[in-house]
T-cell receptor
Framework: AQKITQTQPGMFVQEKEAVTLDCTYDTSDPSYGLFWYKQPSSGEMIFLIYQGSYDQQNATEGRYSLNFQKARKSANLVISASQLGDSAMYFCAMRPTQGGSEKLVFGKGTKLTVNP | EAGVAQSPRYKIIEKRQSVAFWCNPISGHATLYWYQQILGQGPKLLIQFQNNGVVDDSQLPKDRFSAERLKGVDSTLKIQPAKLEDSAVYLC?????????????FGAGTRLSVL
């Protein structure tokens, strides 16, 4: 079974500063993918970034980067130069990439608040 | 490119009533998912379709929930009869399908309140 743990219920950051949102995972699958989604108050889940378990480099997408440490089973999201519009819930998720169901298993999320 | 469309956005019903949600996936996406998100939690998969066939419905409460995807495009999720604990946001997602690096794109969800 897969499990995602997000230990930070809430995080605060000043505008223009960087912030790290923690995510640890547990799985017995040899190959898997890790995802981060943003959920504003409007409710839609917005895909941010993906990391494959066999990718050699950490994923980056604009101001988002994923600090992937396979041995520690962590996949932390780093947001650089925070903006007021980054205030939202952030969810870490995973799924196997070989066979089986394609369902995403989500953590409980972290609520990020960006202060002006 | 249009995203995943869901309707209605909000629904309020009384327990034991029936309700249905509709989802139109991104054009060309073979795989469609319904997730349930209870307040304070991450989404949980209810059912996954590949075209119009069910791939995974292991977490769907089949005594009251049903879903269909006619013609492999639009999908409907129904609850009959609703219980108080069904109050949640119901998210529809779609993807191209396949294994490596498959990204699921979500709609805005339907927020259901059961009174």
């Amino acid at each position: 079974a897969q499990k995602i743990t997000q230990t930070q219920p809430g995080m605060f950051v000043q505008e223009k500063e960087a912030v790290t949102l923690d995510c640890t995972y547990d799985t017995s699958d040899p190959s898997y993918g890790l995802f981060w989604y943003k959920q504003p108050s409007s409710g839609e889940m917005i895909f941010l970034i993906y990391q494959g378990s066999y990718d050699q480099q950490n994923a980056t997408e604009g101001r988002y980067s994923l600090n992937f440490q396979k041995a520690r089973k962590s996949a932390n999201l780093v947001i650089s130069a925070s903006q007021l519009g980054d205030s939202a819930m952030y969810f870490c998720a995973m799924r196997p990439t070989q066979g089986g169901s394609e369902k995403l298993v989500f953590g409980k999320g972290t609520k990020l608040t960006v202060n002006p | 490119e249009a995203g995943v469309a869901q309707s209605p956005r909000y629904k309020i019903i009384e327990k034991r009533q029936s309700v249905a949600f509709w989802c139109n996936p991104i054009s060309g996406h073979a795989t469609l998912y319904w997730y349930q998100q209870i307040l304070g939690q991450g989404p949980k998969l209810l059912i996954q379709f590949q075209n119009n066939g069910v791939v995974d419905d292991s977490q769907l409460p089949k005594d009251r929930f049903s879903a269909e995807r006619l013609k492999g495009v639009d999908s409907t999720l129904k609850i009959q009869p609703a219980k108080l604990e069904d109050s949640a946001v119901y998210l529809c997602a779609s993807s191209l399908g396949g294994a490596q690096g498959n990204i699921q794109y979500f709609g805005a969800g339907t927020r259901l309140s059961v009174l």
